[in-house]
């Protein structure tokens, strides 16, 4: 098996991983300026998406728009996600560099689309593949690829824990090489329960004192998580954004899902915006909780809400997921102001943060590799991929970090090439 690592490695951001120069595991980007693709020409007779998240599915579209089409394998929400998140870039970048596919390209997804349930195994570009619940987001998956000499499992993004959304991984098939992600392989996350606490105390006490709360939140799961906290815990809810349309297209598919009931009644606890007519600026005036787009304050409904709270101690704002290096999100986090919609603005309200990280930690992580001792590991997806593997080595693993553009051999253990 030769495995050719085109994205993803030693970084978070534009997986892409080409097995024998046929079957493509991934294709997203770096959400960077100018956006980030995945290195070099492909030509794949199939890919293979683990997750419906722009790092793993952003570039997919850019595939089809040759004469070329390679089929696509997913989960049904992957496929649904993959084409929201192309039509936001779309409407966000459509005819600019920021956006180097069209609106055809989009189209064409469903002439090639070939939607999979966990377990059952198929065949893609002369591999049998297999997908597994990852525990991630709705519709995520282990990825096991066999072609009759090496079983490869491609872990994509995981969580070992149990979300309200989804119930965390347990499948461990067997498999001679793994590639898992390390995102947080340096991290302990607090147990989900006193992080829900910590988060609803806070929520409650602010909206108690007569102030708003804004949470910002990633459209794909960590929204649709924190509308089923906001229902467990009775705080009153607005939700905003992309994340209204993710919400409402989760619940076709109950069998993705955790508790599909627990979804619909944390939808109908929440209100709607529609944005219209001088809503959102009403809203923000309101003693309540609102959910929006975008998670790191880099765009969507977020830039209307921060404003109208942002000069008074009362109001709250509660980061919900990791702030990039650069983003408003983190400037906020850092020095109490930030670049909202293109005005630096200094922040009076309180600003928290809170860990429901989707990705399995450091205990996460090595109780999953727990059942791979005698697999070859090979780390991606994260910052400190060399240090995560180094360490793996130190506890008897076989296990490195494969560069950017780098290509693995099996049986030809010390042989790479670029």
Same mark, same amino acid.
């Given at each position: ?57 952003? *570039? ?16 049904? #929400? @992957?496929?649904? =996600?993959?084409?929201?998140? *192309? ?8 005819? @600019? ?10 189209? !064409? ?9 966990? &377990? ?7 591999? $049998? ?11 995520? *998956? ?9 079983? %490869? ?27 898992? $992600? ?20 806070? +929520? ?7 102030? @708003? ?41 109950? &069998? ?8 619909? !009644? *944390? ?29 790191? =304050? ?14 008074? #101690? ?43 990280? +989707? ?6 992580? !090595? ?10 590991? %090979? ?10 593997? +180094? ?17 693995? !051999?099996?049986? =030809? ?6």
């Amino acid at each position: 098996m030769e495995i050719q690592f085109l994205g993803g490695a030693g970084e978070v951001g534009r997986s892409a991983v080409l097995v024998n120069d046929s079957l493509l595991l991934d294709y997203g980007l770096k959400t960077e300026t100018p956006t980030q693709y995945p290195v070099g020409d492909v030509a794949p007779d199939a890919v293979v998406v683990s997750h419906g998240h722009l790092d793993h599915a952003g *570039a997919v579209p850019t595939l089809l728009s040759g004469d070329d089409r390679p089929e696509i394998h997913w989960t049904p #929400p @992957t496929r649904d =996600l993959t084409r929201t998140l *192309a039509r936001d870039t779309l409407k966000l970048h459509g005819g @600019t560099m920021q956006c180097p596919f069209t609106e055809e390209d989009v189209h !064409r997804i469903g002439e090639v689309s070939h939607p999979h349930g966990y &377990g059952d195994s198929f065949e893609a570009a002369g591999h $049998e593949i297999t997908f597994f619940n990852a525990g991630h987001i709705p519709g995520s *998956a282990h990825v096991l690829v066999d072609d009759g000499e090496t079983r %490869l499992l491609y872990t994509g993004d995981f969580h070992t824990d149990d979300q309200r959304l989804v119930t965390g991984t347990t499948a461990r098939p067997d498999a001679d090489v793994v590639i898992c $992600e390390s995102t947080y392989s340096d991290v302990d996350h607090d147990a989900r329960g006193v992080v829900e606490e910590r988060f609803a105390e806070s +929520a409650k006490t602010t909206l108690w004192e007569g102030g @708003t709360v804004v949470i910002p939140a990633f459209a794909i799961g960590r929204t649709q998580e924190m509308l089923l906290i906001c229902d467990r815990y009775d705080i009153p809810c607005y939700v905003d954004g992309m994340g209204q349309q993710v919400t409402q297209m989760l619940r076709q598919y109950p &069998g993705f899902v955790r508790d599909a009931d627990a979804l619909q !009644r *944390a939808k109908s606890h929440a209100r709607f915006v529609s944005g219209r007519d001088g809503q959102r600026r009403r809203i923000a005036e309101e003693n309540t909780a609102i959910v929006t787009t975008s998670g790191m =304050l880099s765009g969507g409904p977020a830039m209307s809400y921060i404003p109208e709270i942002a000069d008074r #101690p009362t109001n709250k704002i509660t980061l919900t997921g990791y702030q990039v290096e650069g983003t408003p999100g983190r400037e906020l986090l850092d020095t109490g102001s930030a670049e909202i919609d293109g005005h630096h603005m200094p922040v009076a309200a309180q600003v928290e943060s809170y860990d429901f990280s +989707a990705h399995a930690d450091r205990g996460g992580l !090595r109780s999953f590799l727990d059942d791979y001792r005698s697999a070859e590991i %090979l780390v991606n997806h994260g910052d400190r991929c060399n240090e995560f593997a +180094a360490e793996l080595r130190q506890k008897g693993y076989d296990a490195m970090a494969p560069d950017l553009g780098e290509t693995w !051999r099996r049986n =030809l253990r010390d042989s790479w090439t670029c």
